[in-house]
T-cell receptor, first 115, second 114 residues
């Protein structure tokens, strides 16, 4: 597609349930990123993929969070046993390459509310 | 560790007036600096970036920013604000860590009054 596509755009889930958030990057972009935007917290880096590998997942807040990327394209962020503090906007981004100097393009985000 | 400070949470500017949004960073090496804008319900759009060279960089929508190493600042400016500029603005810093890992400030919300 023309831009980074994320789904769902909004998700309300009950505490303790698992959720999956999907990201479809710009075609041909090898680098993919997940960020989390919480109210008043700014944007926090979660994980970076280069191709299907994740050289840096240092931002994942706990072992309830995991992500994978298949075929060098679509990525899924999974949150298990959701907690209320997981409520946030999860932003996916991609860039043509992973190195500095590449512009990062963001999707519109998936707004997650845990009740 | 890298960090970015945007000291103004909200700023209100009259339409047609000039704008300056402040950004201070902390980074141990040569920083790569960015400004993004986020309109309600939208993703982040890159306004401009600084990697090296001329310290005054021009971006889209009439924005510019000046890198001042001595002040660890990268303030965003626009000479005449339009109502459509109302949005949230984020400053970010990255570096040569092998990939574009950005650290963002907490954002400044710009309100434009008629």
């Amino acid at each position: 597609g023309a831009g980074v596509s994320q789904s769902p755009s909004n998700k309300v889930t009950e505490k303790g349930k698992d959720v999956e958030l999907r990201c479809d990057p710009i075609s041909g972009h090898t680098a993919l990123y997940w960020y989390r935007q919480s109210l008043g917290q700014g944007l926090e880096f979660l994980i970076y993929f280069q191709g299907n590998s994740a050289p840096d997942k240092s931002g994942l807040p706990s072992d309830r969070f995991s992500a994978e990327r298949t075929g060098g394209s679509v990525s899924t962020l999974t949150i298990q046993r959701t907690q209320q503090e997981d409520s946030a906007v999860y932003l996916c981004a991609s860039s043509p390459g992973g190195g500095t100097g590449n512009t990062i393009y963001f999707g519109e985000g998936s707004w997650l509310t845990v009740v | 560790a890298q960090s970015v400070t945007q000291p103004d949470i909200h700023i209100t500017v009259s339409e047609g007036a000039s704008l300056e949004l402040r950004c201070n960073y902390s980074y141990g090496a040569t920083p790569y600096l960015f400004w993004y804008v986020q309109s309600p319900g939208q993703g982040l759009q890159l306004l401009l970036k600084y990697f090296s060279g001329d310290t005054l960089v021009q971006g889209i929508k009439g924005f510019e920013a000046e890198f001042k190493r001595s002040q660890s600042s990268f303030n965003l400016r626009k000479p005449s604000v339009h109502w459509s500029d109302a949005a949230e603005y984020f400053c970010a810093v990255g570096g040569n860590t092998g990939f574009q890992k950005l650290v963002f400030g907490t954002g400044t919300r710009l309100l434009v009054s008629p």
